[in-house]
Structure formats: structure tokens, C-alpha cells
């Protein structure tokens, strides 16, 4: 971690969580699921940014990996509770933050991440273990009345890498990671009213490329040629601009070349929050560059 790279992470850092904070604001009930998504991933690009990952907006039961779909018609509803993921990349360097929006009665529920979240940053420091944030994490959804989601962690970040090691984890394990100046990672707690574990749901919208193989058919050569610059950072079916594309995408998916990110959602009719933040590990404490 030299300044050159600490001044990407912090600028990649201020964009996003202002572009999150005003977006945010926009989610209302009745309004485009579709047109929201895109207006934010577009403001991104203006910005001279670009994304680290197609924008998360997550519904209800559903705690993350769902993005709008071309010709999408859903509209907020009432009730909802809404995870809004975003992530911002300049030169590769990653911002990831999330906020939750909620559109019924849900304070208590959000309170719970939120505080999970800030809590845990306070805690961070060199020789603190992963294991002891998720200890704190668990702590504080528990004690309002909720519960983590065992399956889901916080991830290290790194130039054009979006998880790595350190995994932070949202319930107490044995040890884990034992955390270094100059580590940067994003905490993610997701507090449920559900079981406490996400599955895979059958949509799919998010891929990204895993592998490089050989491809002879011209409309997977021209998903490849189009997902080349994300350098094998997530990309939404959606942003290929062609139907035709799918069934190349598919192929490719089978070929083991890309890899699709199924919604993954706790159990139906329960409620799922989540509030993120990106920091790096100081001598003393952390730099939370998403505020």
C-alpha cells in the first residue's frame, strides 16, 4: 500500500459513497427498478470511474447478486427493504459499499447491520483476527433480535480483485485472518429475519470471466471481446445489449470460461439487511474510505 494506490482507493472511495448516499434517496415506492439501475451505473461512467460490479439491488428475502434484467418492469412496493450494493473502481482499485432502503417498517431490522457494521470498524487494527469482527457482528444483530448470515463474509480487495483474503466473517469463528497495516477489505453484515442462510435462487444477471479458453463462435467471441476491459471483474447480462448474446453467454458459462453469480436469497417471506463499508488497515485503527 503506497500513496499512489491509497489515493485510488480513497478517490474510487469519496465517489462512491456519494454517489450511494443521493441514489439511495431516489428509491421510492412505484419507481423503476429498471430505470434506477441504470441511471446509477451511467452516473458512475460520467463520473470518469467505472464499475467494480453491475449495481446490486436486492429485494426482501433476497440478500445479494440480483441486478435489473433488460426490459425489466419491476417497480418498488411497498414494504420492501431494498439492499443497494454499489461499486466503484478507478485503475482497478475497488470501493464497495452497500446501504439498505426501507420502504415498510423495518427500522429495528437495519439498526441491526448498521451497528453490526460500525461496530466491527471500530475494532479494526492490526492484530485483530477476522474472527473477533465476526464475533462483534453477531453480537450486535443477535442482541436486537435477528440473526447474521453464517454464509455470507466480508472480502479483501486488491487492483482488479474483489474478494480475497481477508474473509470477514458476520458470526464469531475460531481465529481467522489476523489483520496487517495496509490490508484493504470491505465488512458486509447482513442481519435476517430468515434462518441465517442464503441459497441460489435460478436468476442469474451477473457473470464474470474465470477463464481464458479458445472460442470459435462469433457471438461468444464478441461477449469476450466486449467483457475484455473488466479484466475479470463481474459484468451484468444486461450490459451485452443484445438477446442474442444469451445464448453465447450460456455456452460460455458451460465452457467453465464465465461464471454466473445466482441471486442468493434466505428463505421466502423473510427480510434480509445489509450495510457495507471498504477500509485499510492503519498502525492504529483504519481509514474507512466509503463515507
Known amino acids: 500500500m503506497n500513496d499512489g494506490i491509497l489515493e485510488k482507493y480513497l478517490e474510487s472511495g469519496k465517489l462512491a459513497a456519494a454517489i450511494l448516499k443521493e441514489s439511495a434517496q431516489e428509491i421510492r415506492v412505484g419507481r423503476s427498478y ?50 443497494f450494493d454499489l461499486g466503484v473502481q478507478i485503475d482497478g482499485y475497488i470501493a464497495d459499499t452497500a446501504t439498505t432502503v426501507d420502504l415498510g417498517n423495518n427500522a429495528l431490522l437495519l439498526e441491526a447491520s448498521h451497528e453490526a457494521l460500525e461496530a466491527a470498524i471500530r475494532a479494526v487494527r492490526p492484530g485483530v483476527t477476522a474472527g473477533e469482527l465476526g464475533a462483534i457482528v453477531q453480537n450486535e444483530i443477535e442482541r436486537r433480535g435477528y440473526r447474521p448470515i453464517a454464509n455470507l463474509t466480508g472480502h479483501g ?26 490490508m484493504a ?78 441471486v442468493l436469497a434466505d428463505i421466502p417471506g423473510s427480510l434480509v439487511s445489509q450495510h457495507e463499508h471498504t477500509l485499510i488497515v492503519t498502525a492504529d485503527g483504519c481509514i474507512v474510505t466509503t463515507r
Open 34 to 83: 429498471l430505470e434506477l439501475v441504470e441511471s446509477v451505473e451511467a452516473r458512475v461512467r460520467n463520473e470518469g470511474a467505472a464499475l467494480a460490479f453491475p449495481l446490486n439491488v436486492s429485494l426482501n428475502e433476497d440478500a445479494a447478486h440480483d441486478t435489473a434484467s433488460t426490459g425489466d418492469e419491476r417497480v418498488f412496493a411497498k414494504g420492501d427493504v431494498v439492499k
Open 157 to 182: 480487495l486488491d487492483q482488479y480483485v474483489l474478494h480475497k483474503d481477508p474473509t470477514i466473517p458476520n458470526i464469531a469463528i475460531n481465529d481467522g485472518t489476523v489483520l496487517e497495516e495496509g
Open 185 to 262: 477489505f470491505a465488512i458486509e453484515p447482513f442481519a435476517t429475519t430468515g434462518s441465517g442462510r442464503v441459497g441460489e435462487k435460478t436468476r442469474v444477471e451477473i457473470y464474470s470471466q474465470i477463464a481464458e479458453k479458445p472460442v470459435r463462435i462469433p457471438s461468444a467471441r464478441a461477449v469476450m471481446e466486449q467483457i475484455r476491459d473488466r479484466q475479470g471483474l463481474p459484468f451484468s447480462r444486461r450490459w451485452l445489449g443484445d438477446k442474442k448474446m444469451d445464448l453465447a453467454l450460456l455456452g460460455l458459462a458451460r465452457s467453465q470460461i464465465v461464471h454466473g453469480y445466482p
